[in-house]
């Protein structure tokens, strides 16, 4: 969505019903975005940019992947994270997002890094 175009969107959004986050994703006020667990997949025939995924679905995913796989390396959850989300290349830029929603799972303590393996938070707040 173009900078007016999405300005005019959020011109009008009910700021006591919708929040927006530090990456500028709208969320309704309800949502408490650190227990939020849903995320949207996408197939291989769409695939969002990293900036357009919510490092809160980004988490979510890997939170997904981690749990199936009772634990995973580092970059093999950056490929099957990206995956999810319709993507096929691990550039610097999208690997620098997944760093992001990576970092995010641990500082909610929804994921734990020990050496290169992520796996599950025991503990949760």
Excluded: C
Excluded at 31 to 36: F, L, M, N, S, V
Excluded at 106 to 118: D, K, M, S
């Amino acid at each position: 969505m173009s900078g007016p175009r999405a300005n005019s969107v959020l011109d009008v959004l009910d700021v006591s019903q919708h929040s927006r986050d530090s990456d500028g994703f709208i969320w309704d006020a309800s949502i408490d975005r650190d227990t939020w667990d849903y995320f949207r997949p996408n197939g291989s025939a769409v695939a969002r940019k990293p900036e357009h995924v919510s490092v809160v679905e980004i988490r979510n995913a890997m939170v997904e992947i981690v749990r199936v796989s009772g634990g995973i390396a580092v970059d093999e959850l950056h490929r099957e994270t990206i995956r999810t989300f319709g993507g096929k290349r691990l550039t610097a830029g999208v690997t620098a997002r997944l760093n992001e929603g990576l970092q995010y799972g641990v500082n909610t303590e929804r994921l734990e890094l020990r050496a290169e393996l992520v796996l599950l938070a025991t503990a949760r707040k």
